[in-house]
């Protein structure tokens, strides 16, 4: 107790808590712009998902257009074949009217000369309805030429934004990963935080307990033999087991007092027992009398004013031993109560 009263003396200005501050406003900026940038690129998926549909359906139009046009052109050049043969007909027919005109009066018979004539105008009406096909075809070519020209300038227009889109799908992921590299240091520094805190918390009670050979630190853990808080098969606590306890609970609140409020810790209490069984009307098995003794601990600490959500309570029976021997000694280390401090 004096060392403790040593200690509150030479303290100096601490100024750990306002830097842990920052440290967690960092964080929160962080976690808020990953937040961002997530929903960003889930707005950019679904915009890049809707062009890369448009242009799926031009795509499809382009292909019909094209199919039309081609089978314009084939109807076109039919038209044409059948326009030169119908002009090859007209000139030989006109020669042949020629002909029969110079030798009408001589050979050719009026009703000849007549029947000549009319099959001349109705070729000539035929070569004038296929030319007016024609330009019809023309005409239609030309409207199909304007609407390919028009898909392919939109075409043109969603790759340009679909390359842009890319590009800020890129940079977004950048971010993301840098982002997440941030929040991965600063979660590791909290981290640290909180093993630092907890190597303090086990030097204050290695100082306060002193070199007792019923109690140890294992790892991360102190360890309690049972008998310094119970009897054997017993979940009640025994009158000395106080001094202990209060000592662990005082230098619980000062650690409370100190760590920031935003870093989620726990102390947590594990009961263990030995392997011999127990069936009582108490303790149906070795799980329950381990359990009810971690959560006594858990009540004491937190009548001695330690928040209870920094407080767990495990009962884990005889199913985690220290020693595996079968011996008296080797039950004796195995029932114990273990303290580890660690993240919530």
Do not use: C
């Amino acid at each position: 107790m004096a060392l403790g009263r040593s200690r509150r003396g030479e303290r100096t200005i601490d100024y750990w808590p306002g830097f842990v501050d920052a440290l967690s406003t960092l964080l929160l900026v962080f976690v808020f712009l990953l937040s961002v940038f997530v929903l960003a690129q889930f707005v950019l998926t679904q915009e890049i998902g809707t062009k890369d549909d448009a242009m799926a359906r031009l795509q499809a139009q382009i292909r019909q257009l094209t199919d039309q046009l081609a089978l314009e052109r084939a109807s076109t050049s039919d038209t044409d074949s059948e326009i030169g043969a119908l002009r090859a007909s007209l000139s030989k027919l006109e020669q042949e009217r020629d002909l029969l005109r110079e030798a009408a009066t001589a050979i050719a018979t009026p009703e000849e000369i007549a029947a000549a004539e009319t099959r001349a105008v109705e070729l000539a009406r035929k070569l004038g309805n296929e030319q007016d096909a024609v330009a019809q075809a023309a005409a239609q070519i030309a409207i199909l030429n304007e609407q390919i020209s028009a898909l392919r300038r939109q075409i043109a227009a969603l790759e340009e934004a679909l390359s842009i889109s890319e590009q800020k799908d890129k940079e977004s992921q950048s971010r993301l990963a840098d982002l997440g590299r941030r929040l991965n240091v600063a979660l590791a520094q909290r981290v640290q935080e909180l093993t630092r805190y907890r190597s303090e918390f086990f030097g204050r009670l290695s100082a306060i307990l002193g070199n007792r050979p019923d109690i140890r630190q294992v790892g991360d853990r102190f360890v309690f033999q049972s008998e310094i808080f119970f009897d054997l098969a017993s979940s009640q606590m025994r009158p000395e087991a106080a001094s202990a306890l209060d000592d662990i609970a005082k230098a619980l609140a000062d650690l409370e007092r100190e760590i920031p409020p935003d870093i989620a810790w726990v102390l947590r209490v594990d009961g263990h027992t030995d392997n011999r069984p127990i069936q009582t009307p108490q303790f149906p098995s070795n799980w329950e009398l381990s359990a009810a003794r971690s959560i006594a601990v858990v009540q004491y600490l937190a009548s001695k004013g330690i928040s209870p959500k920094h407080l767990v309570a495990a009962g884990f029976g005889e199913y985690q031993p220290l020693d595996t021997a079968d011996t008296d000694e080797a039950r004796a280390r195995n029932r114990r109560i273990e303290l580890k401090l660690t993240e919530r």
